[in-house]
């Protein structure tokens, strides 16, 4: 290239830095920072208002989600067959996350900025829901997401509608507790949930004298458990405590039961196992063994009745309802029922009104913290029956406070700050 | 797909426009980016155009590796997760900093008192963007030496690369220090900027346009340059090329550090324009579709990678907002329809229309498994380091 061009670049150069340099904004600490939450853009004039649904319809956890996807859809319909809210019908925006976070993220953004949405329900994975967190706080919207998780967290721009910890994973270690166990061997997929909550098992095992037989994680979508099967056999705990998800959990319970395993001699704690999951497992290889959750479709409440009558009525009388659904169906629910207790679609109204506000959902009466934004709910231990249906065969003494930085246990000091 | 098949062989130099040409581009490119953009555009599709120019980067940098050096480089997710992550970590400690908390908040959340030694270089502005700018290339340095003296190349490299963009993902998903799988978000600042206020987030997309067309710049410089020829070189005939006295590896370590450094400055764009960095940004998934766009625009253009990928991004983004799961099969036939028809994307498009209207100039130097014609008015070697 001639020498002569060259000179063209520095003047070019110095423009475009020029034009970034005017573009400047607010430096941290200065006086005026944008950091105040941007004004809401939601359209309340209409008969109709906006809500989001963002659940992943492509991808990893795709077949987990559309399931969810479907419970939103079925409490929005229902709510609008109900003369909708605030005399308002729901006008549902749905988008695909993609099983990616800054999908989620994206979709967050434009959902909340773009559409104007009075609220978002989903999320599913951890880092989905992590990956939306600043977007619902930096623009003022709400988030409801349903779904257990591993706890350590609140924002008074998410409600969590699923289980934390002190609601899932505590009531299982004292039923096995109860049930004269003395030691647990713990297997789980690798990522923060299951590392979570086995930092919880041991920290629980540590002050209850539980011993540890071992630890093992394999990665996301792993299917090879014959090494890690084979040392839970020899290590002979009481009981196993099972943190694997998805894919992996066909994997594993075909290993445990083609091992020789039996619940009888080493019943599998599941926390994530459902009845959509063990209808891909296979009844054959997961029978009697058991779950930790708070709703179950065999439930004999009147309103999980009417709720599974009504679902397999409008999707089809083969479908399962699960815990994450009955979650985000819930959270559809309180969100009506938070607007309507404030009498506006405004965030702050709503955030303020939350405190007390009830529901009658499927797996029981749940009432919202105001505080943590969690709700109360029933814990039940279930064991998977021959159908494929899953029992409760233990229930926790009424709906437990949410307590998802567990400040209210004294051998969990340490866990959190 | 074979990687050393030229995609588009030696015509007169098409693929890379003449110095008029290229100033009035840039004029275009400068006046789209800088004035209509941000004047047409939401905040919020501006952060998404933005996100979309730093693919634009990583294929600016694989248009280089593969069309032009036919490296199928399939792991870029491992140079853009460094240029990431070494930037997350530093606006990480710089928000503890300035909210006066000893460690990151997602540290302090899983009981962490401490900041562990091997993250506290990166507290420092300076060494975060000096590692952000060398270490990919200094990685892709060794690997590259390693890779290429062993004469190791076709589908073999690709494999290696991809390997280890998912043996990043799966070590990061077990750092707990990184965020594991929900990796490193909620940035509040950006070297004292606050991220919050739209008018610095404007600024950050001026950045990385601006970055966008100091590396098509410096890709058109290499393009036209001698080195430029001896990598088509390499890529068309490698063993022609070494007779000559030269030894490939070193040409082919020269643009594979280029497209790793192009990567690495992505990037460290990426995590403050998108908020975000996970173990599924850098993993195998994205490595691919760095990839796509490049292919789909003409891979051995100057342009085409990067408008191929700034345009696969934004029909990701807006076809997935109307039909959800359907776009995954949309991109997927598109894919394969230019592969096995238009093998130079769509820039080779215009070429193939004229000759199809044209058939008696249809010129036998034109076909793509032909050797290109290497220009051998070359005497002398030195350039090549």
């Known amino acids: ?417 | 797909m074979s990687t050393t098949t030229p995609a588009a062989p030696a015509r007169r130099w098409p693929a890379v426009p003449g110095p008029l040409r290229t100033g009035a581009g840039f004029a275009l490119a400068a006046v789209v980016l800088f004035a209509v953009a941000p004047a047409v555009l939401s905040d919020f599709r501006l952060g998404l155009l933005g996100k979309f120019l730093c693919f634009a980067i990583v294929a600016a940098g694989i248009g280089l590796a593969w069309g032009r050096g036919g490296m199928l480089t399939l792991g870029q997710g491992l140079f853009f997760g460094m240029g990431a992550y070494v930037m997350a970590m530093h606006l990480k400690l710089a928000d503890a900093q300035v909210r006066g908390d000893a460690v990151p908040d997602f540290m302090s959340i899983a009981g962490v008192r401490d900041v562990p030694g091997w993250w506290q270089p990166f507290a420092s502005p300076v060494v975060t963007l000096l590692v952000v700018l060398l270490a990919p290339g200094a990685v892709a340095v060794l690997l590259g030496l390693m890779v290429f003296k062993r004469r190791v190349k076709g589908a073999y490299f690709a494999i290696l690369s991809q390997a280890l963009a998912a043996a990043l993902a799966t070590w990061v998903v077990g750092q707990q220090m990184l965020g594991g799988s929900n990796g490193l978000n909620r940035f509040r600042t950006f070297f004292g900027f606050d991220l919050s206020d739209p008018a610095n987030r404007r600024l950050l997309f001026f950045i990385a346009a601006g970055t966008l067309l100091v590396v098509v710049a410096v890709v058109r410089q290499l393009m036209r340059s001698r080195y430029g020829e001896l990598l088509v070189a390499v890529r068309d005939q490698e063993e022609r090329v070494r007779f000559l006295g030269y030894d490939p590896a070193n040409v082919k370590v020269v643009a594979y550090t280029v497209a790793a450094t192009f990567a690495g400055i992505a990037g460290a764009l990426f995590v403050p324009l998108v908020g975000i960095i996970s173990p599924s940004d850098v993993g195998i998934v994205p490595s691919i579709s760095f990839l796509i766009g490049v292919a789909i625009g003409g891979r051995d253009t100057l342009l085409g990678p990067v408008l191929g990928a700034i345009g696969i991004a934004w029909a990701e983004s807006s076809l997935s907002e109307s039909f959800p799961s359907a776009w995954v099969y949309a991109q997927g036939a598109l894919f394969i329809v230019v592969v096995g028809f238009l093998p130079g994307g769509l820039a080779s498009l215009g070429g193939v229309l004229r000759r199809r209207g044209r058939p008696a100039e249809r010129v036998p130097h034109e076909e793509p498994d032909e050797p290109a014609s290497v220009r051998t008015t070359e005497p002398e070697k030195e350039p090549v380091a």
């Not at chain 1, 979508?221 to 099967?229: K, L, Q």
């Open chain 1, 1 to 417: 290239m001639p020498r002569v061009r060259r000179r063209a670049v520095l003047p070019a150069t110095a423009a475009v830095l020029g034009l970034v340099l005017t573009a400047c904004g607010s430096r941290v600490g200065e006086d005026g920072a944008g950091a105040a939450p941007a004004e809401s853009c939601v359209d309340t004039s209409g008969d109709s208002i906006k809500v989001g649904a963002i659940n992943s319809l492509s991808g990893a956890t795709a077949i987990n989600e559309t399931v969810i996807r479907d419970a939103i859809e079925f409490a929005v319909d229902e709510i609008n067959a109900d003369g909708g809210v605030l005399g308002k019908q729901l006008d549902l925006i749905a988008e695909d996350g993609a099983s990616d976070p800054t999908v989620f993220a994206e979709k967050a953004e434009k959902l909340v900025t773009s559409d104007c949405v009075a609220a978002v329900f989903g999320g599913y994975t951890s880092a989905s829901r992590k990956a939306m967190l600043p977007v619902f706080e930096d623009n003022g919207g709400l988030l409801y997401y349903g779904q257990q998780y591993e706890g350590l967290e609140d924002s008074s721009n998410i409600f969590y509608s699923g289980a934390t910890t002190n609601q899932q994973i505590i009531p299982a270690l004292d039923y096995l507790k109860e049930q004269g166990v003395t030691s647990l061997y713990l297997v789980g997929s690798d990522y923060v949930f299951p590392r979570t909550s086995n930092a919880i098992v041991k920290a629980y095992a540590d002050a209850n004298g539980i011993e540890i037989k071992g630890e093992d994680y394999l990665p996301l979508g792993a299917t090879e458990f014959s090494t890690i099967v084979n040392k839970i056999r020899t290590a002979d705990a009481d009981a196993v405590f099972n943190v694997v998800v998805g894919d992996s959990l066909v994997a594993f319970f075909r290993e445990f039961t083609a091992a020789g395993l039996t619940a009888a001699d080493m019943p599998v704690m599941s926390m994530c196992l459902g009845e959509e999951e063990v209808a891909a497992v296979g009844v054959e290889n997961v029978r009697d063994h058991l779950a930790s959750w708070n709703y179950y479709q065999t439930l004999e409440t009147p309103e999980n009745t009417s709720f599974v009558e009504a679902f397999r009525a409008e999707y089809g009388a083969d479908r399962v309802t699960s815990d994450p659904m009955e979650s985000a169906y819930t959270g559809v629910h309180l969100w009506k029922a938070m607007v309507e207790k404030a009498d506006s679609f405004d965030v702050a109204d709503v955030q303020e009104a939350a405190d007390g506000v009830s529901y009658d959902s499927p797996g029981g009466t749940v009432v919202v913290d105001g505080d943590n934004h969690h709700i109360s709910k029933t814990a039940r231990i279930g064991q998977i029956r021959a159908d494929g249906q899953i029992v409760s065969v233990w229930e926790s003494d009424g709906a437990i406070e949410p307590d998802p930085y567990l400040t209210t246990y004294d051998w969990a000091e340490g866990l959190a700050d």
